[in-house]
């Protein structure tokens, strides 16, 4: 049986199910966990299901994950996993007190955790593999007009509105049938794309202070001090700003360190051809080859994933002109 018809299968034997996303969640995560929600509230319901993860007022307009989510759901249900790669990233930590676990994500399978995986890191987005399972079996199912808003802002939230690599003729295709329902792309457009005054003066910062080395590989460290000196809070997502450096013509992979709660850094690459995942998982990270992440846990291990920074990138200059 196809995989798809196996996930649908699988589906069909809970009453209750109970679907997960990652922690420190965006628009793709969210877009693909609502997404599902919506399709199997509407397509079955008689069934419980539901969406959990902490609340981040900032995604509201995608909409809200269900808070208050009793322990004894979890008995006899179903759990589904959507666009997490490892076990710790997922966002409560009850996902294993379930029945049985399906994966669904678009990032190197790394930590193949699951009863049934499918996992498809060629894809753009997890909002992508979502719509294709639904089309796989759509006649037995119905995507709402919400659930097609939703997947359209996931696949715009991790290609970078179709820019970033992973972006193939699927992607256009998906996004193609998606607007054939009933939303407004250009809400959806500018609700990703706006930024507050202070993220603007931030970003303002980032390309005034970013430090761009000859190899082309360029870092930024973003310290609470700096973050609240433009009026944001640490509780202020930054990721706003981690795109930026690639719209230099001589960057060519780059890291963003932001301070933690626990005054360690959170290192966010990126990259527009050497694979830099390797690098993230030598610093307990990891990721796909042109985004990754990891953490720094002082100011030398800065310093050590700079070195390697650049010298990944001196080092595959050649391959990549
Ligand atoms: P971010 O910079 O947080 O947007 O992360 C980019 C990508 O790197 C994400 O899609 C994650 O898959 C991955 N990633 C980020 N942080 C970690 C981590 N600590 N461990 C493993 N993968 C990570």
Redesign the pocket.
């Known amino acids: 049986m196809a995989i798809e018809a196996a996930i649908l299968e699988e589906i069909k034997k809970y009453q209750t199910i109970m679907i997960h996303r990652?922690q420190?969640p965006?628009p793709d995560c969210i877009g693909a966990q609502l997404a599902l929600r919506d399709i199997l509230r509407a397509s079955f319901p008689d069934k419980k299901i539901f969406a959990v993860g902490k609340h981040y007022p900032g995604f509201d307009w995608m909409g809200q994950a269900d808070q208050d989510v009793p322990d004894d759901a979890y008995h006899g249900a179903l759990v589904i996993v959507v666009d997490t790669?490892?076990q710790p990233?997922i966002d409560d930590e009850r996902w294993s007190t379930g029945a049985a676990v399906i994966k669904i994500d678009h990032?190197p399978n790394d930590d193949a955790f699951g009863d049934i995986q499918w996992v498809l890191d060629q894809a753009s987005s997890t909002s992508e593999i979502m719509y294709d399972w639904y089309a796989a079996n759509q006649a037995e199912l119905t995507l709402p007009d919400d659930a097609a808003r939703l997947l359209y802002a996931g696949i715009i939230g991790d290609t970078g509105r179709f820019m970033y690599p992973a972006t193939s003729a699927n992607t256009f295709a998906v996004a193609s049938k998606l607007l054939t329902y009933n939303f407004s792309m250009t809400d959806v457009n500018q609700a990703e794309d706006e930024i507050s005054p202070a993220m603007a003066r931030l970003s303002a910062y980032v390309y005034q202070n970013l430090e761009i080395l000859p190899s082309g590989a360029a870092y930024l460290k973003l310290t609470d001090e700096i973050v609240e000196s433009f009026g944001l809070s640490a509780k202020d997502s930054t990721?706003a700003v981690?795109p930026l450096p690639g719209k230099i013509t001589t960057v060519v992979a780059w890291a963003i360190f932001v301070e933690s709660k626990d005054k360690t850094f959170?290192?966010?690459?990126?990259s527009k051809g050497p694979s830099i995942?390797e690098l993230?998982k030598n610093h307990?990270?990891?990721?796909?080859a042109l985004?990754?992440?990891?953490?720094a846990h002082d100011q030398a291990e800065i310093d050590q994933v700079v070195h390697e920074l650049d010298e990944l990138v001196a080092n595959t200059k050649g391959e990549n002109e």
Request: charged residues 25%.
């Open positions: 990652h420190r965006d790669a490892n990233r990032h990721s981690v959170r290192i966010r690459l990126r995942n993230a307990g990270g990891g990721g796909h985004a990754s992440g990891a953490t």
